[in-house]
């Protein structure tokens, strides 16, 4: 009886071993890839089950991929042990624009992509400066403009750098695997030209075990290392190793892979490097440390040449300073702190490392140190601290870094203005759920702080003073303040008034691993529970799918018009750069 | 045998009030632990130092865990959150405190302030099992939580 069952169960298994469907082989580079002639990129194809190579038949527009590919793939039959073999050519290339039908056939089964090789006209640019906003939303850049340049009876008393600029793009942030997608994928869309996935920097994300074997594609900066020899910059008020910044020179499926990508921007020859993240380089004998080896990437970069600046002000003599051409700034240990705090509220970390320099102040070093290399350079500002203090719902703290990217965006056009030969583009890489709607006026009548937001005509105008010179009012709680909600929310008391003290922290996580309302705030005078929209596991605000504002200006910005995919951005750079010039 | 009792419970509460005390050991900050939080390091204060190998007493928040077969749990300052994406150990703030309990991790809401009691042990260490590298540790720790 027993064995009658166990032989009924085999039988059934086999069953579903040979009836199941199993899914067709999976094609890297992805359906409908847009290529740069010449670029890199690893030619992968996953098999679902265990493959002879002699039944295996791989064409390119009807040919043997070898003939297109120049090259043969390595066959390997049982990859990580997952019982599926695979077909792995590494730096493969494409010489010819074109379309390339792509077939993978291992006898029964058939998939098939095509992929779009896209060649550039001749250089037009001699510098390219991406400035990314990480997760600036519409609400930032109207609470930037109504606090730094202010409005009365509907007009602005000025525009933002950001807004002046002619071209203007809607950006589609959406990633192979998900509508909603992190800063790993979307930086990477920029850098790469190729959709990734959340977490992904610099690859596909395939079925690889090691966050390193998966398919790679080439990133700007190698591109235009070994093709033009360009100075290349990566200046970062998060973490040098964050996901914006790493997007620039990373090849990994998981962006927290911070020690190794510490190692990539020396693989990729970058030249100057700035921001937050020195935890991870330093030997993890040193107090403070985040590494888990010996190695002391301070005394690495120098040996490379790199000139090693920690404060505000040894930045700016070294920047000065004729002879430097590589340049290492390390302001934090982990990311910096923003405006607001810096300029304003003295919180958070602010005592503790005093001499962290403005964004500003790191972007006009970078500029000055690349603009000595003889080639033209390529440098990528990101405002990252925006996107840290959407999450946690702090919008007053995220405009006033949407105010200081503005400042730092003015910089570099008034660079680009001396010569016109460099193209600025400023955009966010994702966007939040966030939205202005009115006041909150401290002076309405009522108890609940719910009736004294102003809609309408009953919001009338903020009593923010007056900006400083830099376009910050000295005075974030002022009694009308800007009435700013999130679509998208933890559980949280919402205290309908700015954190002082240091940074929002909405839900800390319970015994059952849910999130739940900081009591820290429950008892703020008016605060009031709101409970969450997101799923339990949902620690903050999280990004929304909804379209970005890229604005352009210079030589090659005339491609940026209308509604456009983010890898569509890697175009627009690789083309004013004449990456992809066929003779 | 009425007072022979009463002097027995005497005595045991006596002997639990000096318990108490020696296991509460010497009272450690979080702000005291470091003289100098610098770009390109942490200095350890000397009172953290001459602390080592001894029982101290720490407030602060237990952090959710990031790896479930943690033998330990990560002491902090404030509360955290930890970031859905970044996901690494490598995340946390670089002034945690790797707590091993005498009786294995037991959990609790983050909400709430704890107080932990545990021998300081200091040193660059690797959690086997996890890979996970501390700086501070409290070992044979037990702790309570405050309101």
């Known amino acids: 009886m027993a064995a009658a069952v166990s032989r009924m169960l085999i039988i059934v298994a086999g069953v579903a071993l040979i009836a199941g469907p199993l899914a067709a082989q999976t094609i890297y580079p992805i359906d409908r890839a847009a290529i740069l002639v010449g670029a890199r990129f690893d030619f992968k194809v996953e098999f679902p089950a265990i493959e002879n190579q002699a039944d295996l038949k791989i064409t390119i527009n009807g040919e043997d991929y070898t003939r297109q590919l120049g090259k043969a793939g390595q066959f390997v039959e049982n990859e990580d042990g997952l019982n599926a073999s695979s077909l792995v050519l590494r730096d493969a290339s494409i010489d010819k624009p074109g379309s390339y039908k792509v077939v993978a056939s291992d006898g029964t089964r058939r998939s098939e992509v095509t992929w779009t090789v896209f060649a550039t006209g001749p250089r037009v640019a001699r510098n390219v400066i991406l400035f990314i906003g990480d997760g600036m939303s519409i609400a930032n850049r109207t609470a930037a403009r109504i606090l730094s340049k202010g409005i009365k009876e509907g007009k602005y008393f000025g525009k933002l750098a950001i807004d002046d600029m002619p071209q203007m793009a809607l950006i589609g942030t959406s990633g192979v695997d998900s509508l909603a997608t992190d800063s790993a994928n979307s930086m990477s869309a920029y850098t790469t030209g190729h959709k990734s996935s959340v977490n992904a920097l610099g690859v596909y994300a395939a079925r690889n075990k090691s966050n390193f074997e998966h398919p790679k594609v080439e990133t700007i900066t190698e591109l235009a290392k070994r093709k033009l020899d360009l100075a290349v910059g990566v200046v970062s008020d998060a973490e040098v190793q964050d996901a914006t910044p790493a997007g620039m020179v990373a090849h990994t499926r998981r962006r927290a892979d911070k020690p190794e990508i510490t190692q990539m921007f020396l693989d990729d020859r970058v030249d100057v490097l700035m921001g937050g993240g020195s935890a991870y380089f330093l030997p993890k004998s040193t107090p403070g440390s985040k590494r888990k080896d010996e190695k002391n990437y301070l005394e690495i970069y120098q040996q490379a040449g790199f000139k090693l600046v920690t404060t505000e002000d040894a930045l700016k003599a070294a920047a000065a300073e004729p002879s430097t051409m590589r340049l290492l700034g390390l302001f934090h240990p982990e990311n910096m702190d923003g405006a607001l705090d810096r300029r304003i509220l003295h919180g958070t970390t602010v005592a503790k490392y005093p001499h962290q320099p403005d964004l500003v102040d790191m972007t006009r070093g970078a500029i000055e140190v690349l603009s000595r290399h003889q080639n033209g350079f390529l440098l990528m500002v990101e405002a990252g601290i925006i996107d840290k203090y959407l999450h946690p719902l702090d919008w007053e703290r995220s405009v006033y870094d949407t105010i200081m990217l503005d400042n730092a965006v003015r910089l570099a056009k008034d660079f680009a203005a001396k010569n016109n030969d460099t193209l600025v583009l400023v955009t966010p890489d994702h966007t939040h759920g966030v939205s202005l709607i009115g006041t909150v006026d401290d002076d309405k009548p009522g108890p609940e702080m719910r009736d004294k937001v102003g809609v309408y005509e009953k919001a009338g105008y903020p009593n923010y003073p007056a900006p400083d010179a830099d376009g910050y009012p000295a005075k974030v709680d002022v009694s009308r303040r800007l009435a700013i909600f999130f679509a998208d929310f933890p559980d949280y008391y919402e205290t309908f008034r700015p954190k002082l003290d240091k940074t929002f922290n909405p839900a800390v996580q319970n015994e059952k691993k849910e999130y739940v309302a900081n009591e820290e705030y429950k008892d703020v005078p008016g605060a009031v529970l709101r409970v969450g929209n997101l799923p339990h596991s949902a620690s903050d605000g999280v990004h929304s799918a909804d379209d970005a504002v890229l604005t352009a200006i210079g030589p090659g910005s005339e491609m940026v018009h209308g509604f456009m995919d983010n890898t569509e951005v890697f175009q627009v750079m690789v083309s004013a750069l004449g990456l992809g010039r066929v003779e | ?147």
């Open chain 2, 1 to 147: 045998m009425r007072r022979r009792s009463l002097l027995a419970i005497a005595g045991f509460g006596i002997a639990l009030s000096c318990l108490r005390m020696t296991r509460a050991g010497e009272a450690l900050r979080f702000e005291e632990m470091y003289k100098a939080s610098g770009v390109l390091g942490l200095e350890m204060s000397d009172k953290l130092t001459a602390l080592n190998g001894r029982p101290v007493e720490i407030l602060g928040f237990m952090a959710p865990p990031l790896k479930p077969e943690a033998a330990f749990f990560v002491l902090t300052h404030e509360p955290v959150s930890l970031c859905p994406f970044c996901n690494s150990d490598a995340d946390w703030p670089s002034d945690i405190i790797v707590v091993y309990l005498r009786d294995g991790v037991r959990y609790t809401q983050t909400n709430r302030a704890i107080a932990v009691v545990g021998t300081l042990d200091i040193g660059s260490k690797l959690d086997t099992k996890t890979g996970f590298v501390s700086l501070v540790r409290l070992i044979e720790a037990d702790y309570h939580s405050i309101s």
